[in-house]
């Protein structure tokens, strides 16, 4: 598309700098908000509302109460004023039949040009006093028309209210969206086909729009947010929908088949039969696998579920089938971590196997990048790290991506170039725009509400592994509060001289004034000498040399170490079955999701395990959260509950999801909005999957403007 010069752009793409009262300076403040142009500026919804009762006479006004009036100007006073963050003073005396107030404005010159005597407004605000006389200072403003039926005036207002900045005030962002919002409203197309808008009984976008910056009453308003939703739940879940389509057409995988002899080889590696989740999980790999279609498939499961296992079947298969396997992790402690599981169930076979990380020495690099390359090598283990560079692959089958907890989105749009990149197909039939790809599967402990997965991993399939390997203990989970803690702690030594061992969690190395917390560091004397005396007791933090860390961890391991007391770091992949007790200091300050993945560190052996959940603040809520651990072992239905609480941001440990920002439709309470969005979405494609009806017009642009950069079919086809 030719742009016209921006000065030059007119209707929706004009720069706002060129809206009346707005100019350069301005412009660029409202940058920072991300409005750009008139577009963006109607886009910019209120996020509250003010209710404003009726209008009442000033001689009725109360001290310190909020109240409207309506009046005329007297008279207009203005100041510039050189003080303390102050530049100007606007002062007004408005009159109404009972009385007389005194209107003032701080900092807002641009105000003056439009108030002069006679001029009637409604203002709504807090009323002081100054001199004896009722006062208001920077109330909002109405300007009305004198022609005007005063009736019309006597009603209660809904007033939007924008998210303003340090420099721009929500009045300012509300007078220019007012003086675009008639001239701009008839070029703002529909974007939802026809047939939804019917069936589904919708505003129309221009109505919505309308209603969000002037409601008229609460039901109204109600209808344009679950429209303006919903549009952006259909808009996001057509997008995916397109770019899974395209993945489908275009993408071309090898054919990774499973013969039974293949399972029966695979499943001798493993020193136990799998779970029936674990099979579940692997017959719709297998499924994926066997087609030329490139699998994309999320799997999930709680730490200790046994993802590892089934993410080696998966390798395995592409082995067979002479492809190679990358499995990627985010750090170098869990790539190796990785490679020596691999090691124990592969040892003796013949599977060429390596491991790539930052601590690779140069020439073991080089050797086994030239033997990937060569197809020397079937099976690389290394950090996500590794995509960025120029690695090659003979023949690239499969890519598996462990998230662990934390998702690297970002690592993962880089996946998204290497499937491009893909290998020697098995070919057969290819269409020259057909990518070759590998499969791809990813990860994650962290177990993703549904809600979430479908947006945020809209294009991916989702597998479950909802059973934990059998003779797993349950974990008892209690939360102690002040009163409590003498108790637990007699309950931490009774174990420990059974002969069981302890995490002790806190959620910093050093103390730290402004937090108040109490660290590790600090704690581990109050352990060995207060809480559990007699217990050998060790220290491990983020801070250590890594040495010294796997020193102490083989202490533990080895129970040298009755105790160990820890900052998060044990988080990442520790796995001894004797340690029966975990305590989390300062409960309340982590995300519920966290916790739990904390609390996996315990029940893996053949003892029953117990979690002491402190927390001697916090308040109410905090402890109404923490309750959701004690209740259920359920990751999903606690991952719900942190969503709920802390947000999508919050849970997948990044904002930078791919996708925008909701901006009206919440993930938590438009549950039921985004199902709809979803199934019509997939029937609209169904219908016409290039969206070239001539119907379809309007959805295919605004696609194009909202994803163009996030989906490659856009510009495609
Ligand atoms: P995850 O990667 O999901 O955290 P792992 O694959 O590392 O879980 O498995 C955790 C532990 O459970 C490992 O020690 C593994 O050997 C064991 N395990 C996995 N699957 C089974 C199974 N089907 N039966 C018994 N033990 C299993
Ligand atoms: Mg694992």
């Known amino acids: 598309m030719k742009v016209a010069p921006r000065a030059y752009a007119e209707g929706l793409d004009k720069p706002v700098q060129y809206v009346r009262g707005v100019g350069p300076y301005r412009a660029s403040q409202l940058a920072g908000l991300g409005i750009e142009t008139v577009y963006d500026l109607i886009h910019y ?77 409604r203002l709504h605000g807090k009323v002081g006093v100054d001199r004896d006389e009722a006062q208001m200072i920077n109330p909002s403003v109405e300007w009305l028309d004198s022609g005007d039926d005063p009736t019309t005036w006597n009603t209660t207002r809904l007033v939007p209210v924008y998210r303003a900045c340090e420099q721009l005030s929500s009045a300012m962002i509300g007078r220019w969206v007012r003086e675009v919002l008639d001239d701009a409203l008839p070029a703002v197309e529909e974007p939802l086909p026809p047939a939804v808008l019917g069936e589904r009984g919708w505003l129309p976008r221009r109505e919505a729009i309308a209603c969000m910056h002037r409601p008229t009453d609460e039901t109204q308003l109600a209808a344009a947010r679950a429209r303006l939703a919903y549009e952006e739940l259909f808009l996001m879940q057509s997008a995916i929908a397109l770019q899974r389509q395209w993945g489908e057409r275009h993408g071309r995988a090898p054919e990774l088949v499973t013969t039974p002899l293949i399972d029966q080889r695979i499943r001798k590696r493993f020193p136990f039969p799998l779970t029936k989740a674990q099979d579940r999980a692997l017959d719709a790999i297998v499924a994926d696998l066997k087609q030329s279609r490139p699998m994309a498939r999320l799997l999930q499961g709680d730490v200790g579920s046994g993802k590892t296992v089934v993410a080696l079947y998966a390798a395995l298969v592409a082995v067979a089938n002479r492809h190679q396997c990358a499995i990627l992790a985010p750090t170098a402690v869990l790539a190796t971590q990785h490679f020596h599981n691999i090691e124990k169930y592969l040892a003796g076979s013949r599977v060429r196997r390596c491991l790539i990380t930052g601590k690779t020495g140069r020439a073991d690099r080089a050797r086994y990048l030239t033997e990937v390359a060569a197809g020397r090598m079937d099976l690389v283990v290394g950090t996500q790290a590794l995509l960025e560079e120029n690695i090659r692959f003979a023949s690239l089958g499969l890519v598996i991506v462990d998230e662990q907890h934390k998702f690297g989105v970002a690592q993962r749009a880089t996946m998204k170039g290497a499937r491009a990149q893909g290998g020697r197909g098995t070919g057969g039939g290819r269409d020259s725009r057909d990518w070759l790809m590998p499969h791809y599967l990813v990860m994650t402990a962290t177990p993703i509400p549904r809600t979430l997965s479908m947006t945020v991993f809209g294009d991916l399939d989702v597998s479950v592994i909802n059973e934990l390997p059998p003779g797993r203990q349950p974990i008892f989970t209690r939360l102690v509060g002040e009163g409590d803690q003498a108790e637990a702690w007699l309950h931490v030594r009774q174990r420990i001289a059974a002969g069981e ?38 220290l491990l933090h983020g801070r250590m040399k890594k040495n010294d860390k796997q020193a102490v961890m083989n202490n533990f391991t080895a129970h040298r170490l009755d105790v ?17 007790v975990m305590v989390i200091e300062h409960a309340e300050r982590y995300g519920l999701s966290a916790l739990h993945q904390l609390r996996g560190r315990v029940g893996r052996g053949c003892k029953p395990s117990v979690c002491l959940l402190m927390s001697d603040s916090g308040g109410q809520t905090a402890r109404q959260r923490l309750e959701v651990l004690c209740a259920t072992s359920d990751g999903f239905r606690i991952a719900e509950e942190d969503l709920r609480i802390r947000g999508p941001g919050e849970l997948l440990g990044t904002r ?15 549950v039921e909005l985004l199902m709809q969005a979803r199934d019509d979405a997939a029937a609209l494609l169904a219908e016409d999957p290039n969206l070239s009806k001539p119907n379809h017009g309007c959805l295919r642009s605004e696609l194009r403007r909202r994803f163009r950069d996030k989906v490659a079919f856009i510009n495609v086809g």
């Open 45 to 121: 919804y209120p996020f509250r509302y003010e209710f404003q009762d009726r209008p009442q006479t000033i001689d009725s006004l109360m001290l310190d109460v909020p109240a409207t009036i309506i009046g005329a100007v007297q008279r207009v006073r203005f100041r510039p004023i050189r003080k303390r963050g102050l530049d100007s003073s606007l002062q007004v005396d408005l009159m109404d039949s009972t009385g007389r107030a005194r209107i003032v404005w701080f900092n807002m010159p641009y105000l003056r040009d439009r108030l002069a005597a006679g001029q009637i407004l």
């Open 501 to 538: 061992q302890a995490y002790i969690v806190y959620p910093l190395v050093e103390e730290s004034d402004s937090l108040d917390l109490k660290a590790a560091t600090v704690e581990l004397e109050r352990v060995r000498h207060d809480l559990l005396p007699g217990a050998r007791v060790g």
């Open 564 to 580: 160990l007391v820890a900052t998060t770091v044990i988080e990442v992949g520790v796995d001894v079955p004797n340690a029966t």
């Open 656 to 670: 930078q999801h791919g996708y925008p920002e909701l901006r009206v439709a919440s993930l938590v309470d438009d």
